[in-house]
């Protein structure tokens, strides 16, 4: 298995409070991303990050904010969580954003409640 | 916009029978690839099979294959033998030849096994 862990696995907070979610990788790869899953949607992008210091927005990075410093630490914020943020957030990570067999390989998830 | 559409949000199979998965997407690009991932109750996000569009041979992993029509933008995964253990949500998914790499998801298909 492809070394990727977050943390936290679950966390439950209050709305208007910040929150970060933290995805660890032991593989040295460049590409991270960020995606949340609810139900009737499938997993969506937020943003992803292609490089230390490097990052972009996805489909529905409104509410978010990412950072890199590390190669192995990509974070995710949400600055002031809201109920409509309550999801599953995935990481993922793969070595490149192109080319052949360029599997991602995803994170336990975390679940996020926003009460 | 590149699209997936997975129109079975759940099917149900009898042990060591076989059962075939619908997507379809829609892309005006030329190359491409396309994954089927499977998410047993665990959560945990796994690489079932890719296709490369470039390539007509359709794969297949084991008792895992798909049916690749280009033409009509069609990716259905079959499992042969079906086992409990393969009772999960699929997901079809699509990543384009760019450079961003990030994975567009259907909605899900539910897979129940019965013994």
């Known amino acids: 298995d492809a070394g990727i862990t977050q943390s936290p696995r679950h966390k439950v907070t209050e709305t208007g409070t910040p929150v970060t979610l933290r995805c660890h990788q032991t593989?040295?790869?460049?590409?991270m991303y960020w995606y949340r899953q609810d139900p009737g949607h499938g997993l969506r992008l937020i943003h992803y990050?292609?490089?230390?210091?490097?990052?972009d927005k996805g489909e529905v990075s409104d509410g978010y904010s990412v950072s890199r410093s590390k190669t192995e630490d990509f974070l995710l914020t949400l600055e002031s969580a809201t109920s409509s943020q309550t999801s599953v957030y995935f990481c993922?990570?793969?070595?490149?954003?192109?080319?052949?067999?360029?599997?991602?390989?995803f994170g336990p998830g975390t679940r996020l409640t926003v009460l | 916009a590149q699209t997936v559409t997975q129109s079975q949000p759940e099917m149900s199979v009898q042990e060591a029978e076989t059962v075939t998965l619908s997507c379809t997407y829609d892309?005006?690009?030329?190359?491409?690839?396309l994954f089927w991932y499977k998410q047993p109750p665990s959560r945990q996000m796994i690489l079932v099979i890719r296709q490369e569009a470039y390539k007509q041979q359709n794969a297949t992993e084991n008792r895992f294959s798909v049916n690749f029509q280009k033409a009509a933008k069609s990716f259905s995964l079959k499992i042969s033998d079906s086992q409990l253990g393969d009772a999960a949500m699929y997901f079809c998914a699509y990543r384009g030849g760019g450079s961003q790499g990030n994975l567009i998801f259907g909605k899900g298909t539910k897979l129940s096994v019965k013994p």
């Open positions: 593989e040295n790869h460049r590409y």
């Open positions: 892309t005006s690009e030329s190359d491409y690839y």
């Open positions: 993922a990570i793969s070595p490149t954003g192109w080319g052949s067999y360029n599997e991602q390989f």
């Open positions: 990050s292609y490089g230390v210091k490097d990052t």
